[in-house]
Every structure is written in structure tokens, then in C-alpha cells.
């Protein structure tokens, strides 16, 4: 399931419900103490990796109605609740309006320790009365509803509730659905949310105050705490094994006591056998260390911060894989914390290629300008703070754009040398691998990922207006912009997109083009795509070269569907061939533009369109230098 959408009540500084939405990657933007983590925190709750305590209800509001709701879409298509038979969220009545799943905990914040007083699905639900509760009623009680409302259960195997409860609503000729609170902590609701938590995400939280100091367990170096993972995983057996050592040891202590008494008692009754033991993780030693054998304490806060962000990354996939979640949602606060420029864009570029995996979420916080620069304006939810303390959380467009940099001081870097418009974040893999290649081979081509890492060149995925390419357009900076459309329709129509390349070659210093294939993945080698799945022990084969305008991502997910077995494409449904486009779309454009050579892009490329686009970003960023 992924997380589409989140609600927060009476929780710390949000007396009245705000809502914020979730994409496959979010940031939080804004300034200090505006309730960026309070929201990071709610989610840590919901999802059971943290506890709610006193501190956490919202003092101007009802501390016994804190309440948590995450809407979730992605639902699973079938659920065992009862008898091994699979029923659906659609059938039970418990999907909302949208036909997402929203799951809303209700805690009483005014004890010491607050408790979840409630757990409903907010859904669109039957209101007849006998036809509204059938999820609280147990199997006899569900046998007796429908006797007193007529209905026949014949040829229904009264032992299946889900059955039961689907003959009776399919008796009724409206049931009057409305969206109503659904009790899922009782009785078949209670077995509804026992099936669902399998399918729930992992979610992770890395704190921004996350202790990193030399005196932290944790950040003397990560591996300590996977010793005591592991040492906790075979704790019973451990114990077993201490338990005999001691009773050994306490049996030839005793008797040599007695024998001593046998020699000398008044020594004897001055001795009494004692058995310590240490604790089992400090039996272990491992460090992480660098080239220097500089151990990861002593390095600089930068680094250990690195360190333990990436621990706190390959923590969480050994967690999701250990409850077989098929979803992980990796929060993090403030990553750019204690980060030098360069590694900041370099674990933005890193939480953007994760937040593209299949079943992966990325959250970030910020207030820092650089990190919100870098990203596409979809992808930010400004929380904005009036003057009477109440909080607003408006989603990233062109028109909160201004906002937001007024917000964060997002002003022009002045090292940016050129502006690179693309479609997407798989465009700007692909660039970048191609010029690598290229640069490699000894072309006179620049590197694209180093000018970015070095902050002369920013990439703009044009889903949105991103606060980057505002920031570009402020006439007494005159940074120059280029701008790559795929072309999409086939000659002789129009490049879909030849309104927007028409009005950015009317600017003074910016170029725009559209490809003259179908879009980029049209540039890849047949062969290197073959050879890119042979790696991911995937094997399959393509006749000859794609022709110009053949949608190679629904060519090549087709392929990999068949190679895999299962029903035929065509059964699939629109969402799950959408998936397995997207995925192959993003192993093409990484995996297999890894396997391109100069050669091989000779054939797919003739008339040399890349390079030529290399060359003209080569030439704005000359052209700004001189």
C-alpha cells in the first residue's frame, strides 16, 4: 500500500485537522518550529515505531480526541478475514469516496501514557438500519440478522462471515451508503485490520536531533546496534546457553566449597559462590573504518551523519523484508544537516533515485534553500504559520512559488552556470549516464552529474515550475536555460510540447529542442537493454532495433512480464501494467544506458541529436564563464 495522504488532530501545535498529501517523494518546507516534525512524528506513531506520550496532545485542544488518519491507495486486490476465504475492501464497504483506504487511530492524550481508544476506516459505508453494523456481529449473530430480515442463506456456507454478509447487503435494494466511521477493533473489523497490517508500509523516521555525539552507542559506529539486533534475535537460545554455563560452574563452586569445609570449615562459611556474567553484545567487536583506519567516531559530524543515515537506510530494508512489506517509507529530517554542498546534492540525488523503486516513499523536512531548490515544485508542501498561530499547508505551484522562497530565502546561487529543463527524473539519469559514457571515451563532452555535483548546472524536471527555474528567471541574474521535450507524436504532427519550446527559444539565452525519436529511451541499444535484464538474471530478446516511434518502456515490460510467466498482458489491468511500465522505464534509463558504447550509440543516435545537445550545454557554460 503507499501513503497518498495524512490528517493530524489535536496532536502538539494542530488543535484542528490539517491535512497534507504524499507523493513518491515529499519535502516539508518551511521555517523553524512551524510543525514540520510534528507531522514526521504523527506518521511515527501510525505506524507503531514510536509511542505517543503526555506531552504530545495539543494543550489548546481535546486531548482524549488526538486523532491520526492516513489515507493509503494501492490497496491489495483480496484479503483472507476468515475460513481462508479472500473477500475485498470494496466488497466489505471500506474504501472512501476516492476508493482509497483511510485508516483514522484515535488516542486519549490526557493520561500519562496515551492509548489508542479507537481504530475506524472512514469509508463509504451502508447506513440502513441492519445493514450497518454487520461487521461488528459474530458468525451467530450474523445468522440471526439474516433470518430477521428474510434474507436466504441457502446454498451460503454459513461458516464464511463474508459470505454471510454479502448475502444480506445484496438483499437490500439501497443501502444508502455514506461516508460513516467503520469500527475495525471489533469483531470482523477487528479481523479486516488483523489482514491488512502484512500490507502495510515500514515506515522509518531519521531524526534531525539524532544523537551523533561520541558518547552515542549508535554513533561510535551503527554496527554496535546490529550486534544487539542480532544478539536479540537468538536471545532465547543465549539464554540456554547461560543458564546451563552458570549451573555448571555453580555446581564445581559448591562442591569445592565443601570440600574446603572438609579441611577448614571457618574459611569455608566465609566464602559463598558467585556467578557474574557480561552481557552477550560485548562480546563482539566491529568497526567501520576508513582507508586511514580512522575509526567512524573520530571522523567529522558531516560523516558519521552520512553514515548513520545510510545505516538507518539499509535498517529499514531489512525490516521491510523481515515482515515481507512490500512498501517502505523512508522519513528523514533535515538531511542536509551537517552536510558540505557537494554531499548535499549528491543525498538528494540519492533520495531521488529511491524515492523512483517500486513500493519506496521518500519524506523529507527542510529549511534549507538548496535542498527545496533541487526539487520539482510537485513534490513540495509549504506549511506556512499566520499570526494567530494557526498553520496552512499548501501544495508547491507556481503560484506558492514566491511564497515559499520568500519563506526559506531562496536566492540565485551564483555559481549556476546553466539551467537543464527535462521531463522527468528518469531523463536526468539518462543524460547523465550518456555524458559519462561519452566523457569516458575521451569525447570533448562534460560530465553532467560533476557540474551538477559542483553546483554549476541544475536540473529541472519540468512537472512543475520548481523553485530553481523562478529562480533562473530573475532578469539581473541571466542564467541561461535549455530545455529537452520529448517529440511524442509522430511527424507530421506537431512535438507535443511545441507551444512550451516555442516560448523558451523566444527568451533571450535559452534554447529549447524535442527529440526527433518518440522520447529517449528510443536512443537505447536493443542489445544493451538485453544485457542490462541478463544482469537482473532476466532474460529477453528483441528481433532487431526499435523503430523511431515504438514505446520501448511498454515494449520492454511486456517482455520482461512474459519472461516472468503470469497472465497474458492484455489481462492485466490498466494500474498494473502502469507499474510494470514505470519500472522498466527506470531500469532503462540507469541499467541499461550503463551498457551503451560510443559504438552503440553511433546506431541508435546516426544523426548525433545527443551530442548535440551536449554541446550546446557545453557552449551556455562557457559562454556564462567567459
Given at each position: 500500500?503507499?501513503?497518498?495522504?495524512?490528517?493530524?488532530?489535536?496532536?502538539?501545535?494542530?488543535?484542528?485537522?490539517?491535512?497534507?498529501?504524499f507523493g513518491n517523494l515529499t519535502a516539508l518546507v518551511g521555517r523553524n518550529d512551524v510543525g514540520k516534525s510534528t507531522l514526521m512524528d504523527a506518521l511515527a506513531v501510525?505506524?507503531?515505531?514510536?509511542?505517543?506520550?503526555?506531552?504530545?496532545?495539543?494543550?489548546?485542544?481535546?486531548?482524549?480526541?488526538?486523532?491520526?488518519?492516513?489515507?493509503?491507495?494501492?490497496?491489495?486486490?483480496?484479503?483472507?478475514?476468515?475460513?481462508?476465504?479472500?473477500?475485498?475492501?470494496?466488497?466489505?464497504?471500506?474504501?472512501?469516496?476516492?476508493?482509497?483506504?483511510?485508516?483514522?487511530?484515535?488516542?486519549?492524550?490526557?493520561?500519562?501514557?496515551?492509548?489508542v481508544t479507537s481504530i475506524v476506516a472512514l469509508a463509504e459505508h451502508p447506513t440502513v438500519e441492519g445493514y450497518d453494523d454487520l461487521l461488528s456481529l459474530k458468525k451467530a449473530e450474523l445468522a440471526k440478522r439474516a433470518a430477521d430480515l428474510g434474507v436466504d442463506l441457502d446454498g451460503i456456507?454459513?461458516?464464511?462471515?463474508?459470505?454471510?454478509?454479502?448475502?444480506?447487503?445484496?438483499?437490500?435494494?439501497?443501502?444508502?451508503?455514506?461516508?460513516?466511521?467503520?469500527?475495525?477493533?471489533?469483531?470482523?473489523?477487528?479481523?479486516?485490520?488483523?489482514?491488512l497490517q502484512p500490507y502495510l508500509p515500514t515506515f522509518a523516521l531519521f531524526k534531525s536531533d539524532r544523537a551523533s555525539t561520541d558518547q552515542d552507542a549508535e554513533a561510535q559506529d551503527p554496527l554496535k546496534a546490529a550486534i544487539r539486533e542480532a544478539v536479540k534475535s537468538v536471545e532465547a537460545e543465549l539464554q540456554?546457553?547461560?543458564?546451563?554455563?552458570?549451573?555448571?560452574?555453580?555446581?564445581?563452586?559448591?562442591?569445592?566449597?565443601?570440600?574446603?569445609?572438609?579441611?577448614?570449615?571457618?574459611?569455608?562459611?566465609?566464602?559463598?559462590?558467585?556467578?557474574?556474567?557480561?552481557?552477550?553484545d560485548t562480546l563482539?567487536?566491529?568497526?567501520?573504518?576508513?582507508?586511514?583506519?580512522?575509526?567512524?567516531?573520530?571522523?567529522?559530524?558531516?560523516?558519521?551523519?552520512?553514515?548513520?543515515?545510510?545505516?538507518?537506510?539499509?535498517?529499514?530494508?531489512?525490516?521491510?523484508?523481515?515482515?515481507?512489506?512490500?512498501?517502505?517509507?523512508?522519513?528523514?529530517?533535515?538531511?542536509?544537516?551537517?552536510?558540505?554542498?557537494?554531499?548535499?546534492?549528491?543525498?538528494l540525488n540519492a533520495l531521488r533515485d529511491l524515492s523512483t523503486g517500486e513500493g519506496r516513499q521518500v519524506i523529507v523536512t527542510t529549511h534549507t534553500p538548496m535542498l527545496a531548490r533541487y526539487l520539482d515544485e510537485d513534490n513540495l508542501r509549504f506549511i506556512k504559520r499566520a499570526d494567530d498561530g494557526s498553520r496552512e499547508i499548501i501544495e508547491g505551484s507556481p503560484a506558492t512559488s514566491e511564497d515559499i522562497a520568500k519563506s526559506l530565502g531562496v536566492?540565485?546561487?551564483?555559481?549556476?552556470?546553466?539551467?537543464?529543463?527535462?521531463?522527468?527524473?528518469?531523463?536526468?539519469?539518462?543524460?547523465?549516464?550518456?555524458?559519462?559514457?561519452?566523457?569516458?571515451?575521451?569525447?570533448?563532452?562534460?560530465?553532467?552529474?560533476?557540474?551538477?555535483?559542483?553546483?554549476?548546472?541544475?536540473?529541472?524536471?519540468?512537472?512543475?515550475?520548481?523553485?530553481?527555474?523562478?529562480?533562473?528567471?530573475?532578469?539581473?541574474?541571466?542564467?541561461?536555460?535549455?530545455?529537452?521535450?520529448?517529440?511524442?507524436?509522430?511527424?507530421?504532427?506537431?512535438?507535443k510540447y511545441a507551444a512550451h519550446i516555442a516560448a523558451i527559444n523566444a527568451r533571450i539565452g535559452c534554447q529549447a529542442v524535442a527529440t526527433q525519436k518518440r522520447e529517449l529511451e528510443s536512443y537505447l541499444h536493443h542489445d544493451a537493454i538485453c544485457e542490462a535484464y541478463a544482469q537482473n538474471q532476466i532474460t529477453i530478446t528483441f528481433p532487431g532495433p526499435f523503430a523511431d516511434f515504438d514505446d520501448v518502456p511498454s515494449m520492454v515490460a511486456q517482455a520482461v512480464h512474459g519472461a516472468n510467466g503470469g497472465d497474458p498482458w492484455g489481462s492485466l489491468d490498466d494500474e498494473k501494467?502502469?507499474?510494470?511500465?514505470?519500472?522498466?522505464?527506470?531500469?532503462?534509463?540507469?541499467?541499461?544506458?550503463s551498457q551503451m558504447t560510443v559504438a552503440r550509440l553511433a546506431q541508435t543516435d546516426p544523426d548525433n541529436e545527443i551530442r548535440g545537445w551536449l554541446a550546446t550545454i557545453t557552449q551556455m557554460i562557457a559562454g556564462v564563464g567567459e
Amino acid at each position: 500500500m503507499k501513503l497518498v495522504g495524512l490528517t493530524v488532530e489535536n496532536f502538539r501545535c494542530y488543535s484542528t485537522p490539517i491535512s497534507v498529501q504524499f507523493g513518491n517523494l515529499t519535502a516539508l518546507v518551511g521555517r523553524n518550529d512551524v510543525g514540520k516534525s510534528t507531522l514526521m512524528d504523527a506518521l511515527a506513531v501510525f505506524f507503531e515505531s514510536a509511542k505517543p506520550d503526555k506531552d504530545d496532545a495539543c494543550k489548546s485542544g481535546d486531548p482524549k480526541q488526538m486523532r491520526i488518519t492516513c489515507e493509503f491507495d494501492s490497496t491489495p486486490s483480496r484479503l483472507i478475514v476468515d475460513t481462508d476465504f479472500p473477500t475485498t475492501l470494496l466488497a466489505e464497504h471500506l474504501l472512501g469516496p476516492t476508493g482509497n483506504l483511510v485508516i483514522q487511530k484515535t488516542y486519549n492524550g490526557s493520561i500519562g501514557t496515551p492509548s489508542v481508544t479507537s481504530i475506524v476506516a472512514l469509508a463509504e459505508h451502508p447506513t440502513v438500519e441492519g445493514y450497518d453494523d454487520l461487521l461488528s456481529l459474530k458468525k451467530a449473530e450474523l445468522a440471526k440478522r439474516a433470518a430477521d430480515l428474510g434474507v436466504d442463506l441457502d446454498g451460503i456456507d454459513k461458516r464464511v462471515n463474508a459470505l454471510v454478509r454479502a448475502a444480506i447487503w445484496a438483499s437490500c435494494a439501497d443501502l444508502k451508503k455514506a461516508e460513516v466511521a467503520v469500527p475495525l477493533d471489533a469483531e470482523g473489523g477487528k479481523q479486516v485490520w488483523a489482514a491488512l497490517q502484512p500490507y502495510l508500509p515500514t515506515f522509518a523516521l531519521f531524526k534531525s536531533d539524532r544523537a551523533s555525539t561520541d558518547q552515542d552507542a549508535e554513533a561510535q559506529d551503527p554496527l554496535k546496534a546490529a550486534i544487539r539486533e542480532a544478539v536479540k534475535s537468538v536471545e532465547a537460545e543465549l539464554q540456554k546457553v547461560q543458564d546451563f554455563v552458570e549451573s555448571e560452574v555453580s555446581k564445581i563452586a559448591k562442591a569445592t566449597v565443601e570440600k574446603l569445609r572438609e579441611m577448614d570449615p571457618t574459611i569455608a562459611e566465609t566464602l559463598n559462590p558467585v556467578v557474574s556474567t557480561r552481557k552477550w553484545d560485548t562480546l563482539f567487536s566491529t568497526s567501520i573504518t576508513g582507508d586511514e583506519g580512522i575509526p567512524l567516531n573520530k571522523r567529522g559530524s558531516g560523516v558519521k551523519r552520512l553514515v548513520l543515515l545510510n545505516f538507518f537506510r539499509a535498517k529499514a530494508e531489512k525490516d521491510a523484508s523481515a515482515k515481507n512489506a512490500s512498501s517502505v517509507i523512508y522519513a528523514i529530517e533535515e538531511p542536509e544537516t551537517s552536510q558540505h554542498p557537494r554531499n548535499q546534492r549528491l543525498l538528494l540525488n540519492a533520495l531521488r533515485d529511491l524515492s523512483t523503486g517500486e513500493g519506496r516513499q521518500v519524506i523529507v523536512t527542510t529549511h534549507t534553500p538548496m535542498l527545496a531548490r533541487y526539487l520539482d515544485e510537485d513534490n513540495l508542501r509549504f506549511i506556512k504559520r499566520a499570526d494567530d498561530g494557526s498553520r496552512e499547508i499548501i501544495e508547491g505551484s507556481p503560484a506558492t512559488s514566491e511564497d515559499i522562497a520568500k519563506s526559506l530565502g531562496v536566492l540565485p546561487d551564483h555559481n549556476v552556470k546553466v539551467f537543464v529543463g527535462v521531463e522527468g527524473p528518469h531523463d536526468i539519469t539518462f543524460l547523465k549516464g550518456i555524458s559519462r559514457i561519452l566523457n569516458a571515451a575521451g569525447e570533448d563532452v562534460l560530465d553532467l552529474e560533476q557540474l551538477e555535483l559542483d553546483g554549476e548546472l541544475i536540473f529541472v524536471p519540468l512537472g512543475g515550475s520548481n523553485l530553481a527555474l523562478w529562480a533562473s528567471r530573475l532578469a539581473p541574474f541571466n542564467r541561461p536555460e535549455f530545455h529537452m521535450c520529448d517529440r511524442d507524436n509522430q511527424p507530421p504532427a506537431d512535438p507535443k510540447y511545441a507551444a512550451h519550446i516555442a516560448a523558451i527559444n523566444a527568451r533571450i539565452g535559452c534554447q529549447a529542442v524535442a527529440t526527433q525519436k518518440r522520447e529517449l529511451e528510443s536512443y537505447l541499444h536493443h542489445d544493451a537493454i538485453c544485457e542490462a535484464y541478463a544482469q537482473n538474471q532476466i532474460t529477453i530478446t528483441f528481433p532487431g532495433p526499435f523503430a523511431d516511434f515504438d514505446d520501448v518502456p511498454s515494449m520492454v515490460a511486456q517482455a520482461v512480464h512474459g519472461a516472468n510467466g503470469g497472465d497474458p498482458w492484455g489481462s492485466l489491468d490498466d494500474e498494473k501494467r502502469r507499474k510494470k511500465e514505470s519500472k522498466a522505464k527506470r531500469l532503462l534509463n540507469s541499467g541499461a544506458v550503463s551498457q551503451m558504447t560510443v559504438a552503440r550509440l553511433a546506431q541508435t543516435d546516426p544523426d548525433n541529436e545527443i551530442r548535440g545537445w551536449l554541446a550546446t550545454i557545453t557552449q551556455m557554460i562557457a559562454g556564462v564563464g567567459e
